[in-house]
Each structure stands twice: as structure tokens, then as C-alpha cells.
């Protein structure tokens, strides 16, 4: 979506906005990484850390909407500029917002840190990359403009909804087999209903590309009949 411009201060804050956006989802990437690290490893330090760092995501969120602001005040963009700044300002909050999940599982993992290992954790870290990638290529496919990116994320939804009912399914089992697991169970069942809702905003930012770059609103497609 990007457009060069003659004015280079307006180039420039532009441009600020894009570095602004993706550094954000660069912090909160290492958020959803280090919540499920501190998971596997058993890491309460690590998760203490990783809720830490909200304040830097809410702190961006607050730069990136004046920024926002002060565009549409001063610059009084049209066209493709106005889309873009408008969307900046819809997805910095589903951005914020997955931070926000990643402390709860970081919460989570504090949690189940002090309890016995309930089982090897495989499903729930591939969750956990598969969701960072959509978020991710989502907000790659809205700064390049790319609708092809933004397509796939919504594609991918469907791997995350399969590892979750695959992590739900293999917990249910076990806490049948092992009712003192219960509690270990929920902590784990709750971390993977985490992942899919990153995965959920993933899909949420990939739909707003798509409505900004071909004016199609994709949302509840096939959920409808």
C-alpha cells in the first residue's frame, strides 16, 4: 500500500507509521514466543518477563494511534493514504489485543510451572508458530499491499483450529485416565484456546487487508447458510 509522495515530511511520517506498526508486531511476536517458551520450559521467570513487556505493546498502541491522528489532522489524506491510515488505526487494537492473550498464557504458565509436568508439549508450541506466522504475514500482506499474503492467512485458520481440537482431544484423554491431572488439564486446554484466538486475530487483521484492498468484506464467508 505504499505510495511515494512528493512531500517528503509526509513520506516520512508515513513511512514512521509502517516502522511504528511493524515494530509492535515484532514485540508482541516475541511475546506469543516467549509466553509458550516459558510454558515448555517451565520458565516462571520468563513468563514474568514476557507480561512485562504489555507495557511496551500498550505504550506503541497509544504512539501509533496520535500518530494516526495527527496524519489525518494535518495531512487530510485521501484514497489509498486514508485507507491506510484507517486501518492502521482498526489493527493496532487486534494487536495490542493478542498481547494481551500472550500475558494470559504467560499467566498460565506460571501457573502450571509449580505443578508436576503433565505431558510432552508438542502441538501447542507448532500452535503457537503457526498463529505468529498469520499474524505476522497479515500485517506484511497490509504494508505490501498484498492480497494474495492476506488470503493465505485466512487459509491457515483452519491448521490452528485442527491443533486445537487435537491438543483438546489428547487432554480429555488423559484427564479420564488421570483425574489428578484435572487442574494441569485446564491450565493446558486454556493455553491452546489462547493460541486460537491469535490465530482467530491473525485472521481478523488478513480480513481487513482484503476489504481495504479489493473493498470485499470476507468476514463469516462459508458461516452464514
Known amino acids: 500500500m505504499a505510495v511515494q509522495h512528493t512531500d517528503k515530511t509526509y513520506e516520512q ?6 516502522d511504528r506498526i511493524l515494530a509492535m508486531v515484532g514485540m508482541v511476536e516475541q511475546m506469543i514466543g516467549n509466553s509458550v ?4 520450559e517451565r520458565d516462571a521467570d520468563l513468563a514474568h518477563a514476557t507480561i512485562a513487556m504489555d507495557r511496551s505493546v500498550n505504550r506503541a498502541e497509544l504512539s501509533i494511534d496520535e500518530l494516526c491522528m495527527l496524519i489525518l489532522a494535518k495531512r487530510q489524506p485521501v484514497a489509498s493514504d486514508l485507507r491506510f491510515v484507517t486501518l492502521a488505526l482498526k489493527m493496532v487494537t487486534d494487536i495490542e489485543r493478542i498481547g494481551d492473550v500472550a500475558v494470559n498464557i504467560s499467566e498460565r504458565a506460571i501457573d502450571l510451572a509449580v505443578l508436576p509436568p503433565l505431558a510432552p508439549y508438542e502441538d501447542i508450541p507448532a500452535m503457537a508458530r503457526l498463529a505468529a506466522a498469520m499474524v505476522r504475514d497479515a500485517i506484511d500482506a497490509f504494508i505490501e499491499g498484498d492480497v494474495h499474503k492476506a488470503e493465505s492467512v485466512i487459509a491457515r485458520d483452519d491448521e ?3 491443533l486445537y481440537h487435537r ?3 489428547e487432554l480429555l484423554a488423559i484427564i479420564r485416565e488421570n483425574p489428578n491431572a484435572v487442574e494441569r488439564g485446564i491450565h493446558l486446554q486454556a493455553v491452546a484456546k489462547y493460541l486460537e484466538r491469535i490465530g482467530d486475530h491473525g485472521t481478523n487483521l488478513a ?4 476489504f481495504v ?7 463469516h464467508q462459508g458461516k452464514l447458510a
Request: no cysteine; net charge positive.
Open 13 to 18: 511520517e508515513l513511512q514512521l507509521l509502517r
Open 37 to 40: 517458551k516459558a510454558l515448555v
Open 160 to 162: 490452528v483450529d485442527e
Open 167 to 169: 491438543v483438546f482431544r
Open 207 to 210: 480480513e481487513q487487508v482484503i
Open 213 to 219: 484492498l479489493r473493498g470485499k468484506d470476507v468476514r
